[in-house]
């Protein structure tokens, strides 16, 4: 009889696959490489980089195109990481969610808590907050929205919010428009507090809630409702703040998971083998020795980067001059919301980062050249995002034991319990 393999998780047991099965799987890799071969997507990688993107045209417009002279640029990490950083004063924004939960009652909630952090710390600043429940409901008798009520001394803030109601989608409704609103309120209430640098742990705008017409026309016809639109504005208006004030604004992407270069090459007629525009930015920076030992052999002593783009594709058309930004006013000339970026490879991590400014920045050589430089100096030297996006992910993280403090305590107030799922239960079990 084979034997029974147990593997210990948590102080739980959990039933492991037999060897053999493990086995058969591994060749089934084996034969998946037979039909694999990407000898020449480097060649393809740097092709579609200087020949395929000066510009990328898609139905007429141009969803990629460079911001200046096209390069793939290399630093190496020790300098870079000791060199001067052109701002010496940063600060970073996240706000973190308790994920939305749905109960017996027909609500579904989401919180949402922002923080703004700084470097060198201000340990005022990083005492304020900003918490934000949103609600679904069917129940059109209620409300439910409440103003801002201030506490902790008058340092942080709390308020409660209806979202529009659209049952197919409650749950990311909630959440998207949680998360964003408690960020930009957050920012907009502390924004004078930023001297120099603002760095948004993210995109510059909420992806999400611009890629919702692409998804379903009831989601798309949502997202330009009232409340939703307020979300985007309040981004909008915290570009316009910071253009007006000649400060710095960007947004640092942990984990970019665009498809408008690979998704523009596909329908422009090019065949590309990536799923999504990271794997070809990986593969356009990586650097391999001339006889790599394995697929996990790379140069590990530079940050390699590239210059900036312009992006009016996917969910960054609508903040382009090609879209209306979902029917919200704009203060500036439509082309100077436009998101411009460039990405970093860091081999250490094998991980790529993508830094987003508005267009109305970096026309500025100047400011790009600073931007940049901060960012390859923050990367090298913390193996990450800047320290001040660190200190804000810290401050605005919600851990998983006070989520599920949390919850419980909604469902004492709320006497309704949680709506479950076969999932809760196999997780808890360890299956």
């Not at 001297?195 to 742990?201: A, H, N, P, R, T």
Request: charged content about 25%.
């Amino acid at each position: 009889m084979t034997a029974l393999f147990l593997l210990i998780q948590d102080g739980r047991s959990a039933v492991t696959l037999d060897p053999i099965h493990v086995d058969t799987i591994a060749r089934l890799a084996g034969e998946i490489a037979d039909e694999t071969d990407d000898t020449d997507q480097d060649d393809l990688a740097l092709t579609a980089w200087s020949e395929w993107l000066d510009p990328l045209v898609v139905s007429g417009t141009r969803v990629i195109e460079p911001l200046e002279p096209q390069a793939l640029r290399r630093v190496p990490i020790d300098d870079i990481a000791l060199a001067e950083r052109p701002y010496e004063i940063t600060h970073g924004l996240d706000s973190g969610t308790i994920n939305p939960t749905t109960f017996r009652n027909g609500l579904v909630l989401d919180v949402a808590h922002a923080a703004m952090a700084s470097d060198p710390s201000d340990l005022s600043l990083h005492r304020k907050r900003s918490v934000i429940a949103t609600v679904h409901s069917g129940d059109v008798t209620g409300s439910y929205d409440r103003e801002w009520v201030h506490y902790d001394e008058g340092n942080s803030r709390r308020r409660v919010w209806r979202v529009p109601s659209l049952d197919r989608f409650a749950e990311a409704i909630v959440h998207a428009l949680s998360l964003y609103l408690a960020e930009s309120e957050h920012a907009l209430e502390h924004a004078d507090c930023v001297e120099e640098l603002l760095v948004l742990d993210g995109p510059l705008y909420p992806k999400e809630l611009l890629s919702w017409e692409d998804h379903d026309a009831e989601l798309g016809a949502i997202a330009r409702e009232t409340k939703p639109k307020q979300v985007l504005e309040n981004y909008l208006e915290l570009v316009e703040r910071f253009v007006e004030t000649d400060r710095t604004l960007v947004g640092f992407v942990k984990n970019p998971s665009a498809r408008t270069i690979v998704s523009g090459l596909s329908r422009s007629g090019k065949q590309v083998p990536w799923g999504n525009d990271t794997a070809f930015f990986t593969r356009l920076l990586e650097q391999r020795p001339q006889n790599p030992a394995s697929a996990h052999d790379r140069l590990t002593d530079e940050l390699t980067f590239t210059t900036w783009l312009c992006s009016r594709g996917g969910p960054d058309r609508a903040v382009s001059e090609h879209g209306d930004a979902l029917g919200c006013a704009r203060s500036l000339d439509p082309a100077a919301y436009t998101v411009t970026f460039f990405v970093i490879y860091d081999p250490r991590s094998d991980l790529l980062y993508k830094i987003e400014a508005p267009a109305a920045l970096t026309q500025s050589a100047e400011t790009r050249e600073a931007i940049t430089r901060q960012a390859l100096a923050e990367v090298a030297a913390n193996d990450g995002p800047p320290i001040a996006v660190k200190k804000a992910d810290e401050l605005a993280r919600i851990s998983a034991g006070a989520k599920a403090s949390l919850r419980s305590r909604f469902e004492d107030v709320l006497k309704s319990g949680r709506l479950g799922n076969y999932n809760d239960r196999r997780w808890t079990d360890g299956e």
